[in-house]
Every structure is written in C-alpha cells, then in structure tokens.
C-alpha cells in the first residue's frame, strides 16, 4: 500500500490542508495460558472517521489518512467471569466518543485528546463501578485500559493499570511508555528495584488503579509520541511480561526481514511468553508504522 508523500486530508470543518497519511501494520493475539481456564483479556483494533467506524481482524494493514486507527488492550479482574466481563465493557467503550475525537483530529486539535481520553477513561470507569453495585456477581470487577491513538502526525495514548505499552524507534532503543499503576513500579521506576526483583514481588499486581474495581477516583496518564518510518509499538497485559524480559521483547520486535514485521509476531510473543509461564492470560498487539508522508511532527 502506497502512501505518497503530497496526499493530503482536508478539514471539513476549517479547509485547512492536513498532512498525508500514515501506514500501519499490525498484529494482534491472546491466549488464556496454561492455568487458567477462561480469558479475561480483550483486545480491540478499529479505524474510524467523524460518522463511522469499522472492526479490523487481528492481523492487517492499513492507511491513516481519512480514518484514524484506535488500538488497545484490556486485563478485566473480578470473581467468577465478571473478569472477562469488565474487559470487554472495557474495549466496547472506547467506541463512544470517536467520531467526536476524529474531528478534533481532523482540525489539527492536538490539545483536545487530552480532555477526550480523560473523559472517555471516566465514562468506562463510572460504567464499571455502576454494574459493580448494581449485581453482585460484578461487585469489586475491575480492568486496565492501554489504548494507542493513531492519526497521521501522532500516537495518542491513554493508560491505567499494570498492561503496558512500549516503544521502539527504528533507531532504538525500546521505552516503555505506560506507567505500571503498582507501587512496584513506581519503585523500579525510582531505581530502587531492579527488574528481577520487580517481577518476582509478590506485590507486583497489587494494583494502585484501574477502572472500576471500587476506586472512587481515577487519573490515567494521557500523553503522544511524534510518529517516524519505522516506529514499533507494543500493547499488552501482564501475563506477557511474566513470560518475557524486556529485552527479549526488543529482540522480538527488532526482528524482521528487509526490516518489516511480518503478522505473526503477536504469536511468536505470545507463545513463547505462555511456553516460559503460562500463569495468566497472555495478549499482545503489535502496531508498526511502514510509511509517512513527509512534514510529520516531531518525537515526543
């Protein structure tokens, strides 16, 4: 798919002349693992615009140009399968505020995606905690919520709980992106702990938020990342990280014929994470960016 570098999207609102279009691959996977008998994981890839919007499969390839493209990964929590149940309240939540968040992209309103996913996260998270008390079965249920905004210039994201999202330029090295909402983390994060003794504390899922699961209040950390050729993402719950380091993710995404990614990557990482542990629920979306046009915005 050709993405040529003088296309361009026109505000409707405005006139004003956008910039081209972005190209994205993608791959997508979850697993239950070895232990567990059912999948409380969800994962959600879509492309919308300002009336409509459109499921994409688990594998695919497509332009940011007149659509912008959301990605996202849900860890759900809770007795019985109430579990399964806030993940995909979760992920089918996202699609509310879309088209309203597509013009905003559209007029080149940067400064609106932070209230956008601010009241998104607030509306699933009042969702949750309404079901929560209104059927026992779903008392105290709970989920994470990492959720990656493509438009052409930018990756916006959203993030709550312990699901993460890296980053890995084309020049290197990987970042993680999201902060684990764990007092771990925020530990390892301080330098206080190193990554071994992070992953083997029996407090690291000890949660300090997420949505629903009877937190009074939540604030998810909202942030962008300038978009370049060659950018990889990676979105995905907890059961992958208990299987692999993350250096062996970087290998994993580094990895690739003439340099591209090819659709089983999100296999490979998942079944190799579930080979090594397989104690939880394993889900991983894998976001690369094969072209853009030029004049995009920096990195963030």
């Given at each position: 798919m050709v993405c040529l570098a003088d296309t361009t999207r026109m505000s409707s609102d405005t006139g004003q002349e956008l910039p081209g279009c972005v190209t994205l691959r993608w791959s997508g996977k979850t697993d239950p693992g070895r232990v567990r008998p059912n999948n409380e994981d969800s994962f959600l890839a879509l492309t919308f615009d300002g009336k409509e919007m459109q499921f994409l499969g688990r594998t695919g390839q497509t332009t940011v140009e007149r659509n912008d493209c959301i990605f996202a990964v849900s860890d759900g929590m809770g007795g019985a399968k109430s579990g399964e149940f806030a993940s995909r309240i979760t992920?089918?939540?996202?699609?509310?505020?879309?088209?309203?968040?597509?013009r905003l992209s559209a007029a080149g309103l940067s400064s609106g995606f932070s209230d956008l996913l601010e009241e998104l996260f607030g509306d699933i998270h009042r969702d949750l905690i309404h079901l929560g008390s209104s059927y026992e079965e779903c008392q105290g249920m709970g989920a994470t919520l990492s959720l990656c905004w493509f438009t052409p210039e930018w990756m916006y994201f959203g993030h709550i709980g312990d699901s993460r999202i890296y980053y890995l330029p084309k020049s290197g090295p990987m970042t993680q992106v999201s902060k684990d909402d764990t007092?771990?983390?925020?530990l390892f994060r301080k330098g206080e702990m190193t990554e071994r003794e992070a992953r083997t504390h029996p407090?690291?899922?000890?949660?300090?938020?997420?949505?629903?699961?009877?937190?009074?209040?939540?604030?998810p950390q909202i942030g962008a990342v300038g978009l370049q050729d060659g950018d990889r993402f990676l979105i995905c719950s907890d059961g992958l990280i208990d299987g692999l380091w993350?250096?062996?993710?970087?290998?994993?995404?580094?990895?690739?014929?003439?340099?591209?990614?090819?659709?089983?990557?999100s296999d490979l990482l998942v079944e190799t994470a579930v080979e090594n542990s397989g104690k939880d629920n394993t889900t991983a979306l894998v976001i690369e960016v094969l072209q853009r046009s030029e004049g995009g915005g920096g990195r963030s």
């Open positions: 992920v089918e939540g996202i699609t509310r505020l879309l088209p309203k968040g597509f007092h771990i983390g925020w407090r690291r899922n000890a949660l300090e938020q997420a949505l629903g699961a009877s937190s009074q209040f939540i604030d993350d250096r062996h993710i970087e290998e994993h995404l580094t990895h690739g014929d003439n340099g591209l990614l090819d659709n089983g990557i």
